[in-house]
C-alpha cells in the first residue's frame, strides 16, 4: 500500500506539473474535475543539493533577509514568528542554524473513524497499518544530504508528526533540519540530540486515525510563505527564510558582501570592547 500510495503521490504531482507551467492555458473541464495543480511547479530538482548548502552556510537569516530585498524581494519570504525553533544552542557553534534545499511535504486531516475501542493486539495492528496506508512518510524516498524538510500541516495541531525517532531517521540520511507549521513531540529527546526542528506547535498523537499525506513536491505555504520545492531555506534563532530557487545565486552572493562588512565592524567593536572574540567575528 506504501508504494501505491507513492505512486498516486506522483501521478498527482505529475499530472499537475503538466499543466502548472502556464496558468492561462486552456484545460478542458475532465481535467478539472480531475484535480489540477494551477501554480507554477518545477518539482524537486534531480541535482546534489549540497553546492547550493554550502553557498550558505555561515549565514544568518538576517543577512539573507536584507539580501533580498536588495535583489527586490523586500519582505518576501519571511516566516511569521509562531514558526519557531524547538531548542537554541547559547555557543557559537550555533547548532540550530541550518540551511537546506526544501523538499515539500503536505498533511492534511483525516476525515476517517478511529478505531475505537478494540483489543491491545489488534490496535497494534490496525494502527501501524493506517498510519503506513493513509499517513506514510513518502517523502523519504527522495531526501539527500543537504535537503530541508519543509511540511504543511495546517490544522493539523493536535498530530505530533515530527517525532524524535522518525526524524532522527531523516536527519540520518542527510537531512538538515524540519520546518513545519504543525506539531513536534518528544521534545525532551529531540533537544539532547540536537537536531534543528522549527514548529508550531509542541506535542500530539501520532499520525494514525488523525492525518492523512496529501502531496509530496508541490508548492506549500508555511508561516505565511509560498515554499516551492528547490527554495532555499536558512533557519536560526530569529526565524526561517525562504529563498526562491531563481533567486538563489544571487542572494547568496549579496549575503555573503552584508555579511562580510556587519563582521568586520563588530571585530573592531569586540576589540575596542575588549570582549573575547568568537566564531561570530571570523
Known sequence: MIRKTLCLLTVLSCAGTA?????????????LRKGVILYPNKG???????????QYQ???????????QAVGLQDRGRMDQTIRPLWLDTTDKVAHRFYGVAVTFQYV??????????????FQKRHNDNRSTNAPETFREVIKPGHALVIDAQGCESTG?????????????????????????DTDELRLERIPVYARYLGGGTRAWRIESAAINTPIVVGG???QP????????????????EHIDEVAK?????????????????????????ATIK
Not at 530538482?45 to 554550502?54: S, T
Not at 486531516?109 to 489488534?122: F, L, M, S, V
Open 19 to 31: 499543466f502548472a507551467q502556464d496558468q492561462s492555458r486552456k484545460i478542458a473541464p475532465a481535467e
Open 44 to 54: 524537486l530538482p534531480a541535482e546534489d543539493p549540497m553546492p547550493l548548502v554550502k
Open 58 to 68: 555561515g549565514l544568518r537569516t538576517t543577512d539573507v533577509l536584507d539580501a533580498l
Open 109 to 122: 486531516p483525516t476525515n476517517k473513524p478511529a478505531a475505537g475501542r478494540i483489543p491491545y493486539d489488534e
Open 161 to 185: 508528526f515530527v517525532g524524535s525517532n522518525n526524524t532522527l531517521s531523516w536527519f540520518s540520511m542527510g537531512m538538515t533540519g524540519v520546518v513545519t507549521n504543525g506539531s513536534t513531540r
Open 225 to 227: 510563505v509560498l515554499v
Open 230 to 245: 528547490g527554495d532555499m531555506i536558512v533557519a536560526d534563532g530569529d526565524g526561517v527564510i525562504v529563498v526562491p530557487r
Open 254 to 278: 549579496i549575503a555573503w558582501d552584508i555579511a562580510g562588512g556587519d563582521k568586520a565592524k563588530r571585530k573592531k567593536l569586540y576589540e575596542k570592547t575588549h570582549l573575547p572574540p568568537d
